[in-house]
């Protein structure tokens, strides 16, 4: 009975993971909305960098199938020009899906939030 009831309270706390997560998930992809409509941003790993080095990236959104070089790349490039970076906890056929995109996004970079509040709230996420 014991061992049971231990089962069900590790189901239940990864139920409470799930929702969290999906709760998150959420608040991203509606943030990444309003970013789409009012903001400027570029898509892409090439365009990316290219907007880390000029100084104009405020926020840098990678999904979670980017290789891994391309990944550490971006970070280290974040790292020396001070720019967050946040791991979307989904594919890359999510994140472009959250953009509004029919195509696959592996790196997103927001240039302008415009009315959304991005970058204040997802780094610390």
């Known amino acids: 009975r014991i061992q049971i009831l231990f089962e069900q309270g590790s189901s239940l706390e990864k139920m409470v ?6 709760k998150a998930m959420e608040s991203i992809n ?3 909305a309003l970013v789409m409509k009012s ?4 898509i892409g790993y090439r365009s ?5 080095r000029q100084g104009k ?17 971006i970070e280290y490039y974040c790292m020396l020009a001070k720019v967050g970076v946040h791991h979307y906890s989904g594919s890359n056929i999510d994140l472009g899906t959250a953009c509004g995109k029919y195509f696959r996004v592996g790196a997103l970079c927001i240039t302008d939030p415009g009315d959304s509040d991005i970058i204040r709230t997802v780094p610390s996420e």
């Open 48 to 52: 990316t960098l290219k907007s880390i």
């Open 57 to 73: 990236a405020k926020l840098i959104i990678i999904a979670n199938n980017t290789p891994a070089l391309r990944k550490s790349e």
């Open 39 to 42: 903001g400027k941003f570029l």
């Open 30 to 32: 509606s943030r990444l």
């Open 17 to 22: 993971a799930s929702k969290k997560t999906k």
